[in-house]
């Protein structure tokens, strides 16, 4: 059974950093891609940046510069700079890979940044 286990996040001020990381165990084969969505409060959830098997990363225009994805083996990591009241929100890892299951999530993390 694959499970992602996610840590990092908490409370900062605006212009801080954090760092979320997220382990993938449970046998995870198959992988097209990974990546990281946020939902903030009443909003759907939104992709924030995502890296492909191959490497390849793609980021949302509203962290591009300020956020950093990476991927050490069946880890992810968000390195979060220059945080902004607006980045404020759960955030999700997401596993996507071949086959009928799709997807797996991670449990969430909640980051907070203090104006």
């Known amino acids: 059974q694959v499970q992602l286990v996610q840590s990092g996040g908490g409370l900062v001020q605006a212009g801080g950093s954090l760092r979320l990381s997220c382990s993938a165990s449970?046998?995870?084969?198959?992988?097209?891609?990974m990546g990281w969505y946020r939902q903030g409060p009443g909003k759907p959830r939104e992709l924030v940046a995502n890296?492909?098997?191959?490497?390849v990363t793609n980021y949302a225009d509203f962290v591009k510069g300020r956020f950093t994805i990476s991927r050490l083996g069946n880890t992810l990591y968000l390195q979060m700079n220059n945080l902004k009241p607006e980045d404020t929100g759960a955030y999700y890892c997401g596993v996507f890979v071949k086959g009928p299951a799709g997807a797996y999530w991670g449990q969430g993390t909640q980051v907070t940044v203090s104006s």
């Open positions: 890296i492909t098997n191959s490497g």
């Open positions: 449970g046998g995870l084969i198959g992988v097209n891609a």
